[in-house]
């Protein structure tokens, strides 16, 4: 499965339970510290969209979101990356 892929599934998974990006955020930001890292991604991805990465896909994912560099997913770059 490709990262795009991914990223529809959990897109689709997003509007069929009738969640916010925010809500998103906060069931993938398991230890609420405002960020989601690699291994909160691909649990997140999992739960969510049944659909399980490999580390080099959970990689793409968070170079392709995070704007900031800081190799970890915020809000703002997840509602971008979902909007």
């Known amino acids: 499965m ?3 892929e ?10 069929d339970a009738g969640k916010s ?7 993938i930001d398991t230890d609420g510290d405002g960020t989601i890292n690699g291994p909160e991604l691909y649990k ?5 969209a049944g659909e399980a990465l490999t580390p080099g896909q959970v990689s793409m994912i ?7 560099g800081d190799n970890r997913i915020d809000a703002m770059e997840l509602r971008n990356a979902l909007s």
Do not use: Y
Not at 44 to 48: D, E, M, P, R, V
Not at 62 to 68: C, E, P, R
């Open 6 to 15: 991914a990223l529809e599934k959990l897109k689709d998974a997003m509007s």
């Open 2 to 4: 490709a990262s795009n």
């Open 21 to 27: 990006v925010e809500d998103l955020f906060k069931e």
């Open 44 to 48: 997140g991805i999992k739960k969510i």
């Open 62 to 68: 968070i170079t392709a979101f995070d704007t900031n």
